[in-house]
């Protein structure tokens, strides 16, 4: 799925001389947590976040710190803390340095990208220009509808399918490492064997589901814990 499928086309922005009071308004007018700033000329200059106008201090004094903490602070982080405590103006909160995407980025790349920076929402750009905006929502509703989990049917050959299967197993770590046997008849797969745990079983399960071409699935395991496969001479 890409964002151009599921992202929110109008996009809410302010003017990076859009006065602060109206930039919390139409956060809370909205429900949204970040809004782009984009200039008159259309580029996207930074974003202001819940968390941008929550780091100023309800007084508008200078953030609270250590006097010694103060005096070895570099000068410059100092009179760029001050204009975000007492700025007025959308330009003074925002974060310039902005985490963007594009409308072809897949929801698998953007959900990292948002559980790694996190964030909440990212713009995304068309040549360098914002396009819409995707969040978490958007992410969890293009999930629902089936957007990210549905593929056309293919008709792919039995052997590709073990084999695809097969490259997977050995690639994953929590692969069953015994008595596993695979056959794939008219895209059905069928496993005979034992396993470890039940977390082993599902995640047969899964890894079966996601191959392409398979119809079907009959998992016919045992689950038998490690220290049982000492008795059958199995541990090597």
Same mark, same amino acid.
Request: aromatic share 6%.
């Given at each position: 799925?890409?964002?151009?499928?599921?992202?929110?086309?109008?996009?809410?922005?302010?003017?990076?001389?859009?006065?602060?009071?109206?930039?919390?308004? !139409?956060?809370?007018?909205?429900?949204?947590?970040?809004?782009?700033?984009?200039?008159?000329? #259309? $580029?996207?200059?930074?974003?202001? *976040?819940?968390?941008?106008?929550?780091?100023?201090? $309800?007084?508008?004094?200078?953030?609270? #710190?250590?006097?010694?903490?103060?005096?070895?602070?570099?000068?410059?982080?100092?009179?760029?803390?001050?204009?975000?405590?007492?700025?007025?103006?959308?330009?003074?909160?925002?974060?310039?340095?902005?985490?963007?995407?594009? %409308?072809?980025?897949?929801?698998?790349?953007?959900?990292?990208?948002?559980?790694?920076?996190?964030?909440?929402?990212?713009?995304?750009?068309?040549?360098?220009?914002?396009? #819409?905006? /995707?969040?978490?929502? &958007?992410?969890?509703?293009?999930?629902?509808?089936?957007?990210?989990?549905? *593929?056309?049917?293919?008709?792919?050959?039995? %052997?590709?399918?073990?084999?695809? !299967? !097969?490259?997977?197993? %050995?690639?994953?770590?929590?692969?069953?490492?015994?008595?596993?046997?695979?056959?794939?008849?008219?895209?059905?797969?069928?496993?005979?064997?034992?396993? &470890?745990?039940?977390?082993?079983?599902?995640? !047969?399960?899964?890894?079966?589901?996601?191959?392409?071409?398979?119809?079907?699935?009959?998992?016919?395991?045992?689950?038998?814990?490690?220290?049982?496969?000492?008795?059958?001479?199995? /541990?090597?």
């Amino acid at each position: 799925m890409k964002m151009k499928h599921i992202m929110t086309p109008s996009v809410v922005s302010v003017a990076p001389e859009t006065p602060i009071p109206e930039v919390a308004r !139409l956060l809370l007018e909205r429900h949204i947590s970040a809004v782009p700033v984009i200039d008159a000329s #259309g $580029e996207l200059r930074g974003i202001v *976040s819940e968390g941008d106008l929550l780091r100023r201090t $309800e007084d508008g004094s200078h953030p609270h #710190g250590s006097w010694w903490l103060r005096h070895f602070s570099k000068k410059g982080a100092s009179a760029a803390d001050y204009v975000k405590a007492r700025g007025r103006f959308a330009a003074d909160v925002m974060t310039p340095e902005v985490v963007t995407v594009t %409308e072809d980025s897949l929801s698998s790349e953007v959900a990292h990208l948002l559980e790694t920076q996190r964030i909440k929402r990212v713009p995304v750009m068309r040549e360098g220009k914002v396009v #819409g905006i /995707v969040s978490r929502a &958007d992410l969890i509703r293009g999930l629902a509808a089936g957007k990210d989990m549905a *593929s056309p049917p293919v008709s792919v050959a039995d %052997e590709t399918i073990r084999e695809q !299967l !097969l490259k997977e197993l %050995e690639q994953a770590d929590w692969a069953p490492s015994y008595g596993i046997s695979v056959i794939v008849a008219d895209g059905t797969v069928r496993i005979w064997g034992l396993v &470890d745990s039940q977390g082993q079983v599902d995640a !047969l399960r899964v890894a079966v589901e996601n191959v392409p071409g398979v119809k079907g699935l009959e998992l016919s395991v045992e689950t038998m814990p490690p220290y049982a496969w000492g008795a059958y001479g199995w /541990v090597a």
